[in-house]
């Protein structure tokens, strides 16, 4: 099962390194990994997305307190939280397939960042599951780039 | 206001932790530090032959005197040198500040001369470490590793600094503020879980007490031992854990696990409650996990919450240091037992003292040949509980648990989650640096002794009288022991006999050596040797063929014991 783990770290030099190195040292494979600074300049947030059965979480988020830098741990529940990837989509228009595309995008809500003569470049935030169903439908059209964030989560209401 | 070196810095902060003693080894990155410590009024630096052994060193002093241990090395092969004694420090908690010299500031990722990440190198090994970019970091920095090596879970935290860092200028006043927003161990426990313990335990027909290292650092040896004797628990302990109880006392069981008492083994597999204390139910005591404990619920009080519920399911969780907690709960229990009498367990006790006369730990006496277990409770007869041994690694070693009986916390020094050979002889330095009027004994291999003894020079220079008890086999012990029981006998590159005189080697440092073959002659070699002001090596050429029994085979129960005379042929 995939699990959200939200993890509050000191922004210093080298911690996100040893944030990660924890996860492979330990067995895990990080499906997906999003840094970023918060509100407060000295913290930094790391969200990290894993594949694991709950005991081994449990391990994992014991074994992350112990990293000196880290400053508070969150597991998220998918129920509970909002999760957000960003994509970026560069697709081939050679074909005049570029009104079709444009009709996918409007019903996804995707925007438009960039066209030139041969390609249009589209912006499209969501979740994972609505991510992966935009790609798969403009597959056929031929894509030229694929750029995907990693997961970032939020849990809902006053906790935080 | 003052202005001085990073380096000056350094030694300042180190003073003004009290550091007594820097393990170490100069180098082309430290040489402004090695230029402070010259005029260096305070702090001893102590010259090792070989990193590994001043991580080893600092280690030893940390485990002897309960004070954090500092060792010193350059960049690159420095650093990587210190490793093993990091790594081995690491597994068993022990609180030690390396601090190695690095490349300057702007060379750092060129692959410069003597370039390591040694902060990268070392993540996996250490607590915390420490790359210092800028000076004015440096006195912040040695104040937390200090303070993050010595509390909660102790263990290793390393100071990379660069040499333009150590060169550069800072105040000679600035304040140094911890700033750990991170950082905050539990050492009281939870009260609640504490109360709960105590009915448990009272209520229990057939405790017993599983103690380890964390007893040992965290002081609690007398509130260990009033709880036992208070609520008439068995006590058993895991390597690291000797010394947290007596182990002449009636309810001492000693050593659990593979290669511990049979009596220890059948009382953690028969009990239905085990009250593990400062003990990580590391895999080289339970055995085969699935057959461990069936009866038992445990309770767990570990100082790092990432060990409770690790390998073992646990009934009751409590978080905080063996001491505090130990103290909380000899009230709590007090105040049940005053309320309903003593717990009835005597069938429980009388059980386990059966077992105890039943299966001692022994070996063939009447035979000729040199015994390691006569050596070694002739070792213990003689000098009592006022001695300090560390030992190396290997069959050396389980002898040393199985026939020493420690009474004392920190008198037995051993490589338990690393098990490193070679780390007896340098942590016995560190050890009798740390302890200058405690008699230091290494109890050595053969083939462990010879990954170290560069370091007699140390010893001979430093005029430390160190006495090592060589069990001289002429093999690579404890693998050939396996090698004959589970190998059919193949003993592929593990005899090694003859290949240096060890006397000669020893004298050669100009220390003085000692050869016994005889049982007749041990005991005055031994006496011998305490009256010698000098390190001394008595080389006791023991019987090649004398295995460590009781052993668990690996991956079975552990009340499946191999016992003396009856082990496969
Ligand atoms: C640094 C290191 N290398 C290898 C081993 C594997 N090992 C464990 S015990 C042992 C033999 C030790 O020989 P010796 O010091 O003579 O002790 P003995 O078992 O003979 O008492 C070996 C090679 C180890 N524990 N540490
Ligand atoms: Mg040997």
Known sequence: MNHIISVMVENKSGVLAKVAALFSRRGFNIESLAVGTTDDDKVSRITIVVNSDESSIEQITKQLHKLINVIKIQKLQPDYSVQRELVLIKINTENKSRAEILEISNIFRANVVDVTKGTIMLELTGNSSKISAFEELLKPYGIIEFVRTGMIACSRGKKS | ?569
């Not at chain 2, 080289?284 to 767990?300: M, N, P, W, Y």
Request: aromatic share 8%; net charge neutral.
């Open chain 2, 1 to 569: 206001m003052g202005k001085i070196s990073g380096s000056k810095m350094l030694l300042k902060c180190l003073r003004e932790e009290g550091v007594e003693y820097i393990f170490g080894y100069p180098g082309g990155k430290v040489i402004p530090i090695y230029d402070s410590i010259y005029d260096e009024k305070k702090i001893k630096h102590i010259l090792v032959r070989h990193e590994q052994c001043a991580a080893h060193a600092a280690d030893g002093y940390a485990r002897a005197t309960g004070k954090t241990g500092v060792c010193m090395a350059t960049s690159g092969p420095g650093g990587t040198n210190l490793i093993t004694g990091i790594a081995n420090a690491y597994m068993d908690s022990i609180p030690i500040v390396a601090i190695t010299g690095q490349v300057s500031t702007i060379e750092i990722g060129t692959d410069s001369f003597q370039e390591a990440d040694i902060t990268g190198i070392t993540s996996p090994i250490t607590k915390h470490n420490y790359l210092v970019k800028n000076v004015k970091d440096l006195p912040a920095t040695v104040k937390e590793a200090f303070y993050i090596a010595s509390t909660g879970r102790p263990g290793p935290v390393l100071i990379d600094i660069p040499i333009d860092v150590q060169n550069a200028l800072i105040d000679e006043n600035i304040k140094a503020e911890i700033n750990l927003p991170g950082y905050k161990p539990t050492i009281k426990g939870h009260l609640k879980q504490i109360k709960e313990a105590a009915v448990k335990i009272y209520n229990s027909s057939k405790p017993v007490i599983f103690a380890g290292g964390g007893v040992v650092s965290s002081g609690g040896n007398e509130e260990l031992t009033e709880f036992a004797r208070l609520s008439e628990i068995p006590v058993i302990t895991s390597l690291l854990g000797k010394g947290s109880f007596p182990e002449s006392d009636e309810l001492s069981l000693m050593m659990a696990g593979m290669h511990g008492t049979k009596f220890a083994n059948l009382a953690l597999t028969e009990a239905n409650l085990i009250i593990g204390i400062g003990v990580r139910f590391d895999d080289r005591v339970t055995g085969k996990l699935s057959e461990f404990a069936k009866h038992a619920d445990i309770i767990h009080i570990d100082v790092d919450p990432a060990e409770i519920g690790k390998n073992v399911k646990v009934k009751i969780p409590i978080v905080g240091d063996a001491k505090n907690v130990l103290a909380d709960l000899i009230k709590e229990y007090k105040t049940i037992r005053d309320e309903k009498g003593d717990a009835s367990r005597q069938e429980w006790l009388k059980l386990v003292h059966k077992w105890k006369k039943d299966y001692p730990v022994s070996y063939f006496n009447n035979s000729h040949s040199l015994k390691p277990g006569y050596i070694i409770e002739k070792l213990h007869e003689i000098v009592k509980e006022n001695a300090i041994i560390c030992t190396e690694v290997g069959q050396n070693q389980m002898w040393a648990a199985q026939f020493f009986k420690c009474s004392k916390p920190r008198t037995f020094i051993s490589s338990g989650g690393l098990g490193t050979m070679g780390f007896g002889f340098p942590s016995s330095i560190g050890a009798q640096f740390g302890c200058p009027d405690k008699m230091v004994f290494d109890i050595a291999g053969d083939g462990s002794i010879q990954m170290v003894s560069h370091e007699f020079a140390t010893a001979v220079v430093n005029k430390l009288p160190i006495k090592i008890i060589l069990l001289n086999n002429g093999n690579l012990g404890m693998v050939k022991q396996w090698q004959e029981l589970f190998y059919k006998k193949r003993y592929s590159e593990t005899i090694v006999r003859g290949c240096v005189d060890f006397v000669k080697l020893v004298e050669a440092y100009g220390g003085v050596g000692i050869r016994v073959k005889k049982k007749e002659e041990v005991e005055k070699a031994i006496k011998d040797a305490i009256s010698i002001d000098n390190l001394v090596l008595i080389d006791f050429h023991i019987d090649p063929d004398e295995n460590v029994f009781p052993m668990v085979a690996p991956g079975a129960p552990i009340k499946e014991m191999m016992v003396l005379g009856k082990e496969k042929k």
